[in-house]
């Protein structure tokens, strides 16, 4: 097992106002928040309110068999147009990979909306060489690759 944080910011020529929409919207949230796998296998649940949650499902068909992946956020603060704190929990196959505490805060500037992300994370079951180095990889990677769709989500949105 290991524990670590992961913590990225992104600047998006959006008002905050819209950034909200993005996560707190259920249709607006779900064009740009999934997780990997055939998009026929995808279901996304979005209760948007402290106590509410959030529940994404996939199949992922890798080269050997089928994962299937399960993403859990409860709600624990909102903060309207300014942060999101949720507790996460990743399984894969049923089995607990990833316990996560998360938080989302958004700050308005002249260029648009600062969107920061910071998660501080456990992981359970660790692959590879057991270091935990491609756990590490996977929740950078994946904090990155969910805020490059989020900004290309917006750009659809504010697109004359």
Do not use: K
């Not at 097992?1 to 020529?13: F, H, K, N, R």
């Not at 607006?28 to 279901?43: A, D, T, V």
């Not at 209760?47 to 890798?62: K, L, P, Q």
């Not at 704190?85 to 909306?113: H, Y």
């Amino acid at each position: 097992m290991i524990y670590g944080t992961v913590s990225q910011d992104l600047l998006v020529a959006a008002p905050s106002a819209l950034v909200w929409a993005a996560f707190s919207e259920p249709d607006f949230r779900g064009r740009w928040f999934s997780l990997p796998g055939e998009r026929s296998s995808r279901s996304h649940e979005l209760d948007f309110r402290v106590g509410g949650e959030e529940v994404t499902r996939s199949v992922f068909n890798n080269l050997e068999t089928p994962e299937t992946l399960e993403l859990r956020a409860r709600f624990v603060d909102i903060v309207p147009e300014r942060s999101i704190t949720t507790q996460v929990v990743f399984r894969l196959n049923g089995a607990l990979r990833i316990a996560a505490v998360a938080t989302t805060e958004l700050e308005s500037m002249d260029e648009g909306t600062r969107v920061s992300y910071t998660e501080q994370y456990q992981c359970f079951g660790l692959v590879g060489d057991g270091s935990g180095a491609q756990e590490r990889g996977e929740r950078e990677g994946g904090t990155r690759f969910m805020l490059r769709r989020l900004a290309i989500a917006l750009d659809e949105a504010t697109a004359p």
